[in-house]
């Protein structure tokens, strides 16, 4: 199983997204869940979802203390007011647009950062380059 959780804020298409990568992850005969945890409906208010994918049954239902594979930042102030990284397995990964691994600051030596600036499609929507870069993954 992969645990991706994506963090972004209240406002932005963080719970769209994960919904239309589960979707995208169905029609290829994946076993997929996917969580929205959010607090305070307010424009800004920091949010999270959970994608997992896998080819075997789920059998985890909580969103609780999960442990995510991949983080994806999708807004970079989060990293001074969040712990994005909190239960990423000690092998995960952290992408982010914009922002280089000095954002880590000291977790940098725990977890793999990966820069998405690079790896997306000028002119593919969002829902694809995440698709893509998924694929390219083989989270996906």
């Known amino acids: 199983m992969t645990e991706i959780r994506f963090h972004g804020r209240f406002g932005q298409p963080v719970g769209k997204l994960v919904r239309d990568l589960g979707k995208y992850a169905l029609s290829q005969g994946k076993n997929v869940q996917v969580f929205d945890a959010f607090a305070a409906f307010r424009p800004g208010a920091p949010m999270y979802s959970i994608l997992r994918i896998s080819n075997e049954l789920i059998r985890e239902r909580s969103a609780n203390n999960t442990q995510p594979d991949v983080v994806v930042v999708l807004d970079n102030s989060l ?55 998924l694929q390219k993954q083989d989270l996906l």
Do not use: C, Y
């Open 79 to 133: 990293f001074g007011v969040a712990d994005v990284t909190k239960g990423l397995k000690r092998s995960g990964q952290v992408m982010a647009l914009g922002v280089g691994e000095s954002i880590l600051g000291n977790q940098a030596v725990d977890f793999h950062f990966v820069p998405l600036d690079s790896l997306f499609q000028e002119g593919a929507n969002l829902e694809t380059n995440f698709i893509n870069l």
